[in-house]
């Protein structure tokens, strides 16, 4: 079994702090390790180093080489440019099958908070087993919601197919895209829906088939790709055939449209970290608490995540809001508000303020 580590995202919703140059999987935000770097190390406890792999955008290869000394060089796959996560996983796949034949491949994000991994790893491990039987599965991993969260996609898990041991496989009934927060009550309440992780496990010539069905022009270069891996014409290959595929989510084109994609749910302690407003709520000891970094002083304001660099921030009787200081930008935001930071961005990328990115 190989495990791949999705660490090539722009993290703009954690916009001032995550950057171009250097976005959230590359930042120390829970410890004195970067996410990325707590993200293999949770995993170099149970697997060898040769089957552990790291997917990135080729300007950061130099970046996870200097995080992850030990990870072989070749193991780090540099994508040209960035077409979304179909190509990202299709580029993937093709280094692999070249290299491995037909392992499974678990698929992990570089930016995850799991309080529990050993939960998650007994779940990887189960789905090796249950994938040498269902050959042609797609297995996602679902989080049980601890609160109707609208900036998250859901799992409807249907009929249980297969129990290996406390855990259930299950077929995965539907998937739905950040519903609004009425609907996301009562998925909250049924007790049947799970919040899509974005982790998946497939075998390798499955994993093909799919992009054969759902994207075929994906699907041939991919092939055009794997047949040059590790040899003197992949830089030239790659550069023609990574640009001309389809820039689409891996989710949309073949997950929510497969037959066979099944879920196992888990009560894992579990955060995306995609804004602000998930960054505080993991970090303080309650939800409804402060959360400081830096030089604060507070009166008598409640619920704030305060995230500073070098100055002194000062709050009064403020409520519900995130405020960042680095060191050329101040963000202050309604915490309800906070996904929308990724709009500005856009905006700033539009207004050519190329060195605020």
Not at 115 to 120: A, F, S, V
Request: proline share 3%.
């Amino acid at each position: 079994m190989k495990c791949v580590i999705m660490a090539g995202g722009k993290g703009t919703r954690l916009w001032p702090l995550s950057r171009r140059e250097k976005p959230k999987q590359f930042q120390c935000l829970f410890s004195n390790k970067t996410m990325l770097q707590e993200t293999f190390l949770r995993l170099r406890k149970k697997f060898e180093l040769a089957d552990i792999y790291v997917s990135t955008n080729e300007e950061y290869v130099s970046e996870v080489e200097k995080e992850l000394l030990e990870l072989p060089k070749e193991n780090i796959i540099g994508e040209p440019l960035a077409r979304g996560s179909a190509a990202s996983i299709a580029l993937t796949v093709a280094i692999i099958a070249a290299r491995n034949g037909n392992d499974a491949i678990a698929f992990f994000l570089a930016d995850h908070v799991i309080k529990n991994p050993e939960l998650l790893i007994e779940a990887v491990e189960k789905s090796d087993e249950f994938l040498e039987e269902n050959k042609e599965s797609l297995v996602t991993f679902g989080i049980k919601p601890t609160a109707p969260d609208t900036g998250l996609g859901y799992i409807e898990k249907g009929e249980i197919l297969k129990k290996m041991g406390k855990l259930e496989i299950c077929k995965a009934e539907r998937f739905v895209e950040k519903p609004d927060l009425v609907t996301a009550q009562k998925y909250l309440e049924s007790g049947k829906y799970f919040w899509s992780s974005g982790l998946y496990m497939i075998k390798t010539d499955a994993l093909i088939n799919k992009f054969e069905k759902y994207i075929p022009d994906t699907y041939n270069r991919l092939l055009l790709i794997k047949d040059a891996v590790d040899t003197d014409k992949y830089k030239e290959v790659l550069a023609r055939e990574y640009p001309e595929m389809d820039k689409i989510d891996f989710a949309y084109s073949i997950t929510e449209n497969d037959d066979q994609v099944v879920t196992i749910p888990l009560d894992l302690d579990w955060s995306d970290v995609g804004s602000w407003t998930s960054l505080k709520d993991t970090l303080a000891d309650s939800k409804k608490g402060h959360y400081a970094k830096g030089d604060h002083i507070d009166f008598e304001s409640e619920n704030l995540m305060v995230y500073g660099s070098k100055k002194l921030i000062v709050t009064i009787g403020v409520k519900d809001l995130i405020i960042v200081d680095s060191e050329d930008a101040i963000l202050v935001c309604d915490r309800a508000r906070a996904r929308e930071v990724s709009d500005v961005v856009k905006k700033l990328e539009e207004a050519g303020k190329v060195t605020l990115l």
